[in-house]
């Protein structure tokens, strides 16, 4: 049984873009729809299990009493007659039938332990349901979707019923964190943002009536083409005047600039009244709303504040001051009868770099490594194909939403050899002979080559030097680093570097990957020690980082204690997201043996531990397999093992 939580969402900036930039398939002159989402802090908690029925279960003591149990065959006409009915369980069964009819599955059980989010509130409710039935598919049956898929499936599940919810309701799928989603047709992109400084959210229930179904029919009106004034003001407000809101308020977030964008929420309340509530004023009058925006107590606590989703006398939202402010904002609006929470948007920042050393020439697999870096050996791997092992560490990042890849090369004499595999398209009679899921494949090596990035360690003085010429390529970003003789296969439905990217950015500090070895072996690896975060034991807070110790020392000082009181040895998995302060202590470090005429070896390890000791280190249990191919015993072993399914 897997728990699952999922949040519902709100939408800070740019309601109603996600519809209005679908049109520009009908026509051009739509400008693209853009939307700053964040899932919240409530939202639906369940337990999931496979079960040859679709059946959704609660014992939540939020939901009300006219609750029932819900059980159906897993058959598709019926999940799709459901989906059709109204019925309270349609969004679940819209779902359910995409996944049945699309991956072939067997039924789930969802039963929902907690329900926290309100419903019918703005904060999509529906998309939180549908994206928990998705999720919990994919989970279950393996179906390795990313975040992406789980988000794309709930909303043509949801399409499935008679609601009509927009591009942007399934971004809870995200997570509590902001993202950028824009919206140009058919095509749907989601970017996380970054956010300096937190940012104290109020939203709340103003327990009014509103038709959100008429709303989105009024609007929808001045699509795809406007044919008078009121209507080219709508596609102004939700298109050119929209994007340069949505540019301003990513610019503020990122410099934590809270007063900017509070007003901001103001203008853009200012603008949706006189250019967009005209097209439906039976609904967007919204007395309620506009009394408490105008709230002088209210103004005194907040930045600024809008409306919610669709607008109308749905939601309200607010930026608050502080976080004093924001409680006393909550207070005040539930003494008034409008149920309130908050969301605390905190500092987020995403992996979207990673670094390979390649510069060794592979003493230890000398005389191979005079004709081919060690790098490019083929590997046999489990769909029959043979891979270079660079090959496999980069489809691994691509696959983990890793946009730019740094190389660090021996040499620019090196820079050929990568530019021939990942740059050179495949000759025509070489290409022709290839089957047509080759020839595809092709394509993607030459993708990924779009992706890659160069430099140079022309002084060989040591991994953490090496490391160090990324510098300028992460420019005070995270990275995330792996190692060129190492690679990996995961024993979940994510790739290790995404496991450990996910990880990071709920620590926002140094992370490392962990791996348990047997005592004996030890000597070969970095050994940490600390003590566990969880009772799963899959979260350690690093206290101690060792560079290959003896088993003697390990036995005595670097055992951690495992849940069944048996010592476990964890080395280093080879990944490692490093934060701008390694670079920062790598730069210290090669000044230090500069000034003092030392031209001893640049250690990463030193690097790693001085910054562990000033903001602390975790380490993550990965769920994967670790491959080494940097000696002859390691190759042979992988070789034999790797293309194992």
């Known amino acids: 049984?897997?728990?699952?939580?999922?949040?519902?969402?709100?939408?800070?900036?740019?309601?109603?873009?996600?519809?209005?930039?679908?049109?520009?398939?009908?026509?051009?002159?739509?400008?693209?729809?853009?939307?700053?989402?964040?899932?919240?802090?409530?939202?639906?908690?369940?337990?999931?299990e496979k079960s040859p029925l679709f059946e959704v279960q609660s014992v939540a003591p939020s939901i009300n009493s006219d609750w029932r149990d819900f059980a159906c065959r897993m058959d598709e006409q019926e999940l799709k007659r459901i989906a059709r009915s109204g019925d309270f369980f349609c969004y679940c069964a819209g779902v359910a039938s995409y996944m049945l009819e699309w991956y072939k599955v067997g039924g789930v059980r969802i039963r929902i332990t907690d329900m926290t989010l309100p419903m019918k509130s703005g904060l999509s409710s529906s998309a939180a349901i549908c994206v928990l039935v998705a999720r919990a598919f994919n989970l279950l049956y393996n179906l390795n979707l990313n975040t992406m898929g789980e988000m794309n499936i709930?909303?043509?599940?949801?399409?499935?019923?008679?609601?009509?919810?927009?591009?942007?309701?399934?971004?809870?799928?995200?997570?509590?964190?902001?993202?950028?989603?824009?919206?140009?047709?058919?095509?749907?992109?989601?970017?996380?943002?970054?956010?300096?400084?937190?940012?104290?959210?109020?939203?709340?229930?103003?327990?009014?009536?509103?038709?959100?179904?008429?709303?989105?029919s009024d609007l929808n009106r001045a699509y795809p083409f406007a044919n008078n004034e009121q209507e080219r003001l709508e596609h102004d407000?939700?298109?050119?005047?929209?994007?340069?809101?949505?540019?301003?308020?990513?610019?503020?977030?990122?410099?934590?600039?809270?007063?900017?964008?509070?007003?901001?929420?103001?203008e853009t309340e200012e603008v949706f009244d006189r250019q967009v509530a005209p097209m439906c004023p039976?609904?967007?009058?919204?007395?309620?709303?506009?009394?408490?925006?105008?709230?002088?107590?209210?103004?005194?606590?907040?930045?600024?504040?809008?409306?919610?989703?669709?607008?109308?006398?749905?939601?309200?939202?607010?930026?608050?001051?502080?976080?004093?402010?924001?409680?006393?904002?909550?207070?005040?609006?539930?003494?008034?009868?409008?149920?309130?929470?908050t969301l605390t948007i905190k500092p987020v920042h995403t992996v979207r770099k990673a670094v390979i050393p390649v510069a060794g020439f592979g003493t230890r697999l000398y005389p191979a490594t005079r004709a081919m870096k060690k790098d490019f050996f083929p590997i046999p791997c489990p769909d029959g194909m043979v891979?270079?092992?660079?090959?496999?560490?980069?489809?691994?990042?691509?696959?983990?939403?890793?946009?730019?890849?740094?190389l660090v090369l021996g040499s620019e004499e090196e820079r050929q050899m990568y530019a021939d595999f990942f740059e050179r398209p495949l000759p025509n009679d070489h290409l022709r002979k290839l089957n047509a899921e080759s020839q595809e494949y092709e394509n993607r090596i030459l993708d990924i080559g779009k992706r890659l990035r160069y430099v140079y360690q022309k002084e060989k003085r040591g991994f953490g030097h090496a490391v160090y010429q990324t510098a300028e390529f992460a420019h005070g970003e995270p990275v995330l680093l792996m190692l060129g003789d190492t690679f990996y296969?995961?024993?979940?439905?994510?790739?290790?570097?995404?496991?450990?990217?996910?990880?990071y950015e709920r620590t926002n500090t140094l992370t490392l990957g962990l791996y348990p070895v047997p005592l004996t072996a030890v000597s070969h690896f970095g050994i940490m020690s600390g003590v566990w975060e969880d009772k799963e034991c899959n979260v350690m807070h690093v206290n101690v980082l060792s560079e290959k110790p003896t088993s003697k020392y390990a036995e005595e000082f670097l055992g951690v204690r495992h849940q069944n009181g048996e010592k476990e040895y964890c080395s280093v998995f080879g990944q490692y997201?490093?934060?701008?302060?390694?670079?920062?202590?790598?730069?210290?470090?090669?000044?230090?043996?500069?000034?003092?005429?030392?031209?001893?070896?640049?250690?990463?390890?030193?690097?790693?531990?001085?910054?562990?000791?000033q903001t602390g280190m975790f380490g993550i249990r990965l769920k994967g397999e670790r491959y080494d191919m940097g000696n002859p015993t390691a190759l042979a072993a992988t070789v034999r093992d790797f293309a194992q399914v």
């Open 1 to 48: 049984m897997m728990k699952l939580f999922v949040p519902g969402r709100l939408c800070l900036f740019g309601e109603h873009t996600d519809w209005a930039g679908h049109y520009r398939t009908m026509n051009a002159d739509i400008a693209p729809g853009a939307a700053i989402v964040t899932g919240i802090e409530q939202g639906i908690y369940a337990e999931v």
């Open 154 to 216: 709930a909303y043509v599940g949801e399409l499935r019923t008679s609601s009509r919810c927009g591009r942007l309701d399934q971004a809870c799928a995200f997570g509590v964190k902001p993202n950028l989603m824009t919206f140009d047709g058919d095509e749907v992109e989601v970017q996380p943002l970054k956010v300096k400084k937190q940012l104290y959210w109020v939203f709340a229930d103003l327990c009014g009536e509103k038709d959100t179904i008429k709303i989105l």
């Open 237 to 266: 407000a939700l298109g050119k005047k929209n994007q340069e809101f949505i540019e301003r308020a990513v610019k503020y977030m990122a410099e934590g600039n809270r007063e900017a964008l509070g007003q901001l929420m103001t």
């Open 282 to 341: 039976s609904e967007l009058t919204s007395p309620k709303l506009k009394a408490v925006l105008a709230d002088e107590h209210i103004k005194t606590l907040t930045f600024g504040g809008k409306g919610v989703g669709s607008h109308g006398d749905g939601s309200v939202q607010f930026l608050a001051r502080n976080a004093e402010a924001q409680q006393q904002l909550v207070d005040y609006l539930n003494a008034k009868g409008m149920p309130a929470y």
């Open 387 to 406: 891979r270079p092992v660079i090959l496999i560490l980069l489809e691994e990042l691509m696959n983990s939403g890793i946009e730019e890849v740094c």
């Open 489 to 503: 296969r995961t024993t979940c439905n994510k790739p290790c570097a995404l496991q450990l990217i996910e990880a």
């Open 577 to 613: 997201i490093l934060t701008p302060e390694v670079f920062d202590q790598l730069e210290r470090d090669i000044r230090q043996a500069d000034a003092s005429g030392d031209q001893h070896e640049i250690e990463l390890t030193s690097a790693l531990d001085a910054v562990r000791r």
